[in-house]
C-alpha cells in the first residue's frame, strides 16, 4: 500500500486541504469531500465574543478527517508555540498532535520566517507536537527542520495565495535528495497540473487551499485536484522517461512500404 | 474586577472561575481553548482555576485556514 505517513497517522490520500476563504460551509463540505483529502488544515482564532449562536466550523468537516491545525498569522516563534498548545487544548489534549508550523516575515509576501520557525519547531518537537513546518524552497533551511526533528518538511511552491505554481522545481530536487522525512509542497498551487507536477518530482504529497476555494467551481477543482494529485503520484512511481534533444520513433523503422 | 478577555478590556464580577467566565460570556465551552497570562487552562480545570484582577484571557476556536 503506497501511503503517506506523519507521525501516527497514515494516509492513503496525498493531497492535503484547506478550509480558509469558502463562500459557505457547505460549498466546503462538498469540496472536502470531492478532494478526497484525508487530512484538513484549520487556523486557531479568538473566539468572536459578539457573535451568538454561529456555526462552528467543526461540524462541517467530515469527522473521519484528520485536522491539522496552523499557525498561520503567526510572526514569532512564541506566539506559534502558544497558538500549538490552545490548537492542542482544542483537540482536547490529543498525545501527539500534528501541527502545521508557520511563521511569517511579513504581510506583504507571506514568506515564512525560518529562523523563527526553527526556533518554534524545537519547542514544538519537545512538547511531543509532530511538526510540519512551512518554510522556504531553501535545502539548507529544509535541513534544518528536519534536524529539530519535524515530522515532515513543507516547502513553499510559491507564495502563499499567488497561484504561481511551482517557481523553483530545482530547489525541490535538492530538497528531495537530502530529505529522511516527507516532503509536502504547501503554497503556491495554482490549477491541477501544479499538483501533478509537484508529485512527479517525487514530492510525499501537496497542500492546497486557495486554489480550491477560490475556483469558480470549488468542488469540481477539488476533483480536478484529487486527480491530479494521484496522476502525478503514479507517474512518479512508474518512472519517467529520460529527457532527450531529438526524436526517437515509437514505430519500427524497418518494412516500411516502398522501400529498398 | 478588570480583565483582558480577546483584547478587550472588560469589567467583570469578583472570584469568577474559567467556567464561570465562559457561562458569563456566553460561551460554550467544548467548542473553546482558554488561555490565562500566557498559560492554557486546561478543560478539566475550568471549574477551579479562579481568575484575578488584570488576568489577560485568550479565549479561541477553530476557524476555516489554509
Known sequence: MDELVLGEHRFTSRLVVGTGKYKDFPTMKAALEASGAQMVTVAVRRLDLQARGESSLLHWIPKEMVLLPNTAGCFTADDAVRTCRLARELQLGGENPLVKLEVLSDQKTLLPDVEETIKAAKQLVAEGFRVLPYTSDDPVAARKLEDAGCAAVMPLGAPIGSGLGLRNPYSLQMILDQAKIPVIVDAGVGTASDCALCMELGVAGVLVNTAISGAKDPVAMARAMKLATEAGRLAWLAGRIPRKLYGSASSPLAGVIGGA | ?66
Not at chain 2, 478577555?5 to 460561551?27: F, K
Open chain 2, 1 to 66: 474586577m478588570r480583565a483582558t478577555v480577546n483584547g478587550e478590556p472588560l469589567e467583570l464580577p469578583e472570584g469568577l472561575t474559567v467556567a464561570a467566565l465562559l457561562r458569563h460570556l456566553g460561551v460554550r465551552a467544548e467548542r473553546v481553548a482558554v488561555e490565562r497570562n500566557g498559560e492554557v487552562v486546561k478543560q478539566a480545570r475550568h471549574g477551579e482555576q479562579k481568575l484575578a484582577p488584570g488576568d489577560v484571557l485568550e479565549i479561541v476556536t477553530f476557524v476555516g485556514g489554509g
